[in-house]
């Protein structure tokens, strides 16, 4: 019974290959994000999506895509990848009027370019 | 200006002390405020949030909040080594993005 649930949980691949990160949430939230932690531990928001509204940060490359089939799932695409988008990046969700908006996050997927 | 600083630490207490975790924001109109803490490894997990001025416990977790100063902070009392972890501050405002701050790193030394 996994609230916020993501998939793969590593992934290794090389430089210029396109991946994907699933992810699910079943606590019935209307928002989802996703985060990036790289290295010294700074977690900076990349997407947020509420009813099928979607909020970017204008720092992400290009080469990152959400896509959300619906609201209790998204996906995070990844093109070209290169070396640093080695990190992990979490899936996370809240409710924007409950739990003054707590975010809730998934376990994590630890993505290394080589 | 960062958004929302913390020192990095290490932060090293010995067991039983407190510990104290700071953390101040730019954003004046900032209104949720939170503390998760993250172990080596693993996702943040939500342990606080403070929307008013003050004080609030939890256990034994106290968050005080000073919107004057633009300043949070958590007080850890009666430290365990199980509390050794990241602790991330993160402030919200009205229809923005959570944001975070760079995490304090603690040891509870046994």
């Known amino acids: 019974d996994t609230a916020v649930s993501q998939t793969p949980k590593y992934l290794v691949t090389q430089m210029g290959n396109d991946k994907s990160i699933k992810c699910e949430q079943n606590?019935?939230?209307?928002?989802m994000y996703w985060y990036k932690q790289d290295s010294k531990k700074f977690l900076k928001i990349m997407f947020s999506?509420?009813?099928?509204?979607?909020?970017i940060n204008e720092t992400v490359p290009n080469r990152f895509s959400p896509k959300s089939p619906d609201k209790a799932h998204l996906n995070l695409h990844i093109n070209s990848l290169e070396l640093g988008d080695s990190a992990v990046y979490f899936c996370?969700?809240?409710?924007?009027?409950?739990?003054?908006?707590?975010?809730?996050f998934g376990e994590g997927s630890w993505l290394t370019v080589v | 200006q960062k958004e929302v600083e913390q020192n990095s630490g290490p932060l090293s207490v010995p067991e039983g002390a407190i510990a104290s975790l700071n953390c101040t924001y730019s954003?004046?109109?900032?209104?949720?405020f939170f503390w998760y803490r993250q172990y080596s490894g693993k996702s943040p997990e939500l342990i606080m949030s403070?929307?008013?001025?003050g004080d609030k416990e939890d256990g034994r977790f106290t968050a005080q909040l000073n919107k004057a100063s633009q300043y949070v902070s958590l007080l850890i009392r009666d430290s365990q080594p199980s509390d050794s972890a990241t602790y991330l501050c993160?402030?919200?405002?009205?229809?923005?993005?959570?944001?975070f701050g760079s995490g304090t790193q603690l040891t509870v030394l046994p």
């Open positions: 996370a969700s809240s409710q924007l009027d409950r739990d003054g908006n707590t975010i809730y």
């Open positions: 606590l019935g939230h209307d928002t």
């Open positions: 999506y509420n009813n099928k509204e979607l909020i």
């Open positions: 954003d004046r109109g900032s209104q949720s």
């Open positions: 403070i929307y008013s001025n």
């Open positions: 993160a402030v919200k405002r009205e229809r923005r993005q959570l944001t």
